[in-house]
């Protein structure tokens, strides 16, 4: 009996094992083993927060193209296409100045000076040309003066809008309409000193060819300017005098050639000390609104800061800037522009 007391648990035991394994190998296959302990894995640390902000695009750099070695023809350079007649009398070729829009790098910047511009009817003339052959003839004679692309975009919507929209780019265009679908092709040539802007473009229906050569320079004053008793005769009649002072394209740097009016307007503030004046800056329609708003404020400050460098209190002076608003004639054309870019004297 004691026998059978110690070998029923044995039994009994090697029974529950065949069973618990059977019960194992039923088990559904989907049931998911228990995964085997492993040392806990730190999570990545996160990065750490970057107040950085993306530079801002440089503006581009004339000076980023190389002087030509080139002997360089009499401008505008170039004869015309073989086969292709103007379009344009000879007489209305050339501009003695105006402003014309240019891409460099990626934005539509304002070029002054002296511009010669030609049109050619493609699908007309001794022979035809295609878009590319037209083009490509203007780069490679341009190349073998010495000239560079500086062109990285075309006239998108978004290059007009920042420029301040197609309608105002379009009041002083020679060259192919200002849309994505008229390409064109800038180039500068640079010699001592001396900078030629160049725009090669097509524009379809019929296809037309254009090129445009501007030299860049100030403009040549032909009108004489006001003196001091000129100016306060008008003060004193009026309560401000209109002014015309060069300035480097859009931008607030007083050219050399303003410093015998700033002479003037010294003497007129000398000779009567009681007199105080606000300076106030004005532009012509061309370009965004806002621009010229901030530039014509930054030209009057110009203006006060050179005045105050010749002697005069500040606290006579103050200044203001209305960029467009204040039109004096239509900026439809390039002379009625002209007079809208001023600065005024007005007394205090």
């Known amino acids: 009996m004691p026998v059978v007391t110690r070998t029923l ?5 090697l029974m529950g094992v065949l069973w618990l394994s059977a019960c194992q190998r039923d088990a559904p296959a989907d049931t998911p083993a ?5 040392a806990a894995t730190p999570a990545p640390a996160a990065p750490a927060p970057t107040t950085d902000t993306p530079a801002a695009p440089a503006e581009f750099d004339p000076a980023s193209v190389p002087d030509s070695t080139a002997s360089l023809p009499p401008f505008p350079f170039f004869k015309s296409p073989d086969g292709l007649d103007s379009t344009f009398d000879e007489k209305d070729k050339l501009v003695n100045f105006d402003r014309h829009f240019f891409i460099a790098g990626d934005k539509a910047v304002a070029v002054e000076g ?5 049109r050619f009817n493609l699908d007309g003339g001794a022979r035809k040309y295609s878009d590319i052959e037209f083009r490509r003839n203007y780069e490679n004679a341009i190349q073998a003066l010495g000239g560079k692309k ?4 075309q006239y998108t919507y978004a290059v007009m809008d ?3 929209g197609r309608d105002a780019l379009e009041k002083t265009n020679y060259a192919a309409p200002m849309n994505p679908d008229a390409p064109h092709d800038i180039y500068l040539i640079r010699q001592g000193g001396k900078e030629w ?6 524009g379809a229906f019929p296809l037309h060819g254009y090129v445009v050569v501007l030299e860049r ?4 004053q032909s009108l004489g300017f006001l003196d001091a008793a000129a100016m306060k005769q008008a003060i004193d009649k009026n309560g401000r005098v209109a002014l015309y002072i060069n300035f480097d394209v859009d931008k607030a740097t007083l050219r050399p050639d303003a410093q015998p009016i700033l002479a003037e307007i010294d003497k007129l503030l000398q000779s009567d000390p009681a007199l105080k004046l606000s300076i106030e800056g004005h532009t012509d329609n061309t370009g965004a609104p806002d621009h010229n708003q901030t ?5 009057a400050r110009s203006v006060l800061g050179a005045l105050v460098g010749l002697g005069i209190d500040p606290a006579r002076l103050q200044s203001k800037g209305f960029g467009q608003d204040k039109p004096l004639a239509d900026n439809a054309s390039e002379d009625g522009r002209a007079k809208n870019r001023r600065v005024e004297l007005v007394k205090i």
């Open 295 to 299: 530039l014509s404020a930054a030209r």
């Open 150 to 153: 500086i062109n990285t975009s």
């Open 34 to 38: 228990p995964a085997p302990a492993t």
């Open 9 to 13: 648990p044995l039994a009994c035991l």
């Open 217 to 220: 320079e100030g403009m040549k």
């Open 162 to 164: 920042a420029a301040g």
């Open 114 to 118: 002296r511009i010669f511009h030609d």
């Open 197 to 202: 802007w160049i725009d090669v473009s097509t």
